[in-house]
């Protein structure tokens, strides 16, 4: 677990600080991946189609948009701050880069995609 841990410490060190101000979306449904997100602190607002009434999200960081950056799709849901939020931002190619330089990020990535499909189920439909 120690090296999930590096993977982590060096991943977020990676990131780009952003604070968003209130109201101001950090993608929208249907639009492509271009960047991955961690949300560090504030308020959110997540909605889809599937779930217009969205959720809001205050709680623990958590990553938002890594599958759909690693599969090359567009944003299933629309996330938009409720307060002035804290986030680091990766762009896609950077963020495909630390996949490959750093020796446990599949792992680490894989594992904070489910981390965030745990959370947000009822609001991005699965296929089967």
């Given at each position: 677990m120690d090296h999930m841990i590096e993977t982590e410490r060096k991943v977020l060190a990676s990131g780009i600080e952003i604070n968003y101000l209130a109201n101001e979306f950090l993608f929208r449904q249907g639009q492509k991946a271009e960047f991955v997100f961690y949300f560090q602190g504030g308020e959110i607002a997540l909605k889809s189609f599937n779930s217009p009434e969205g959720i809001i999200y205050h709680a623990n960081p958590i990553f938002l948009g890594i599958s759909e950056v690693l599969e090359g799709k567009k944003h299933t849901f629309s996330a938009e701050t409720l307060q002035?939020?804290?986030?680091?931002?990766?762009?896609k190619n950077y963020f495909l880069m630390l996949m490959q330089e750093f020796d446990f990020a599949s792992s680490y990535f894989e594992q904070k995609s489910k981390?965030?499909?745990?959370?947000?189920?009822?609001?991005?439909?699965?296929s089967i």
């Open positions: 002035t939020s804290k986030f680091l931002v990766f762009e981390e965030f499909d745990a959370v947000f189920t009822e609001l991005v439909p699965h």
